[in-house]
């Protein structure tokens, strides 16, 4: 019931923060289903007030944290985005709500995707599908910098944030309608082809395309990993590894071609490949995925990324000892990844050192209790109480005031969803 971490630095194709759809490439790969966690892993959330002596003692140094609120971020989409990345969600909402009616077209719809964000990530998603809906057709005129030409004098084409189209072609998967779901990202797939093919026939560098574009190559990109991701949803593994690796070459051949950040790209896309072929047993297919990245890469020995590939293939392989060194190595480069941190103690897990395994997910709490505090490594750390702990009441409950301290709002719904595998 352990879970090694698959998770990808970067969720594309899906709003920052999100709780992803079934299935997504890059997720948490189980074991087995976690039944020993029960269907709510941290048990019955305390209550507030919660007492933080014990957190305190836990993390040996005063806890001073300070939950921004509506009220005391800028009041702007900058707030938002501050409100959103601390976990504040529901005051994210309320101040979409207050922003709303005094904002600029263009602006509004930048706080509308906002707010319909803060509503995903809290598993809200009929009220989400709706808050989407009200906008209408985005591709009616009225959302065209044209139809508002005193307040954007000289700007043509769509206000419409393309977050705003990605999230309008997943959200009927959101409601568990996986076929219209779909037809819309293969639309929006066509649609991204079409225009970036138009726009390098016009000799039009993809430096210079505007972000909302369709033709802007991170959008493009996005939206096929959306669309790779709605296959494992639907268990079409074949279909999504065809996308992928044809995300991978569309990527060799943009690297090869000099354009900044085309050398990110290609990353991504071989690492979410090999990550993809590992989920379904292809360990000679990630092994090879992972090889043409570590041949792309200027310098792979100092990238924290193919140090974590190293140890999930070798994880996936039963060579623990050799998974343990890749993990450890990758978080001498990145000591934040929680992917790393994670994946090291369930390799000592299975070298029979729990109590390392123990100790070391502890520390990587200690260390940022904010910043560390990620769903499957607290699931882990749970259960690893459970088997070893002489005290796993109290150890259990001081996990519990830590999440309640410090976690997001959406992070019991994030732990609850990984007990119940295959929940949307």
């Known amino acids: 019931f352990f879970k090694p971490a698959m998770a990808s630095q970067h969720p594309l194709g899906l709003p920052q923060g999100a709780a992803p759809p079934a299935g997504k490439v890059g997720s948490n790969l189980e074991a087995s289903p976690p039944g020993a966690l029960g269907a709510h892993p941290l048990g019955t959330p305390p209550q507030p007030p919660v007492a933080a002596s014990a957190v305190e003692q836990f993390i040996r140094r005063p806890l001073n944290i300070t939950h921004p609120t509506a009220s005391t971020v800028a009041q702007s989409s900058v707030g938002l985005a501050q409100l959103a990345a601390a976990g504040s969600l529901k005051a994210c909402a309320k101040l979409a709500d207050r922003l709303l009616p005094a904002a600029s077209p263009a602006d509004a719809l930048v706080i509308r995707w906002h707010k319909i964000n803060a509503l995903l990530r809290l598993r809200t998603y009929r009220v989400a599908a709706d808050e989407l809906a009200a906008l209408g057709d985005l591709d009616a005129p009225i959302y065209s910098y044209e139809?508002?030409?005193?307040?954007?004098?000289?700007?043509?084409?769509?206000?419409?944030?393309?977050?705003l189209y990605l999230l309008r072609a997943q959200m009927p998967h959101y409601l568990n309608d996986s076929t219209n779901a779909l037809d819309a990202l293969l639309a929006l797939n066509a649609k991204c082809a079409a225009a970036a093919h138009a726009a390098s026939a016009r000799d039009e560098p993809p430096s210079v395309r505007a972000p909302n574009s369709f033709a802007h190559a991170p959008n493009c990109r996005a939206a096929r990993i959306a669309l790779a991701n709605l296959y494992i949803a639907r268990r079409?593994?074949?279909?999504?590894?065809?996308?992928?690796?044809?995300?991978?070459?569309?990527?060799?051949g943009a690297a090869a071609d000099g354009p900044a950040g085309a050398g990110s790209?290609?990353?991504d896309a071989l690492s979410l490949l090999g990550r993809m072929h590992l989920q379904v047993g292809n360990l000679a297919a990630a092994e090879s995925a992972f090889g043409r990245l570590e041949c792309a890469v200027v310098g792979a020995e100092s990238s924290a990324g193919?140090?974590?590939n190293r140890g999930l293939l070798a994880m996936a392989q039963g060579?623990?000892?050799?998974?343990h060194d890749a993990f450890n190595a990758a978080l001498l480069l990145e000591p934040s990844s929680a992917v790393a941190a994670n994946n090291r103690a369930v390799c000592s897990l299975h070298l029979s050192r729990i109590g390392e395994a123990i100790g070391s997910l502890e520390d990587f709490l200690r260390a940022d209790p904010v910043g560390h505090l990620e769903p499957t490594l607290v699931a882990n750390l749970q259960a690893m109480y459970e088997l070893h702990s002489d005290t796993v009441a109290s150890a259990r409950r001081t996990l519990e005031q830590l999440v309640a301290l410090v976690g997001a709002e959406d992070f019991n719904l994030q732990l609850q969803a990984q007990a119940r595998p295959g929940a949307p």
């Open 147 to 163: 139809a508002h030409g005193a307040l954007y004098p000289g700007q043509r084409g769509s206000m419409v944030p393309f977050s």
């Open 236 to 252: 079409d593994w074949q279909l999504a590894i065809a996308e992928l690796e044809s995300l991978a070459a569309g990527a060799s």
């Open 265 to 267: 790209a290609l990353d």
């Open 306 to 308: 193919v140090h974590v």
């Open 319 to 323: 060579e623990y000892s050799l998974a």
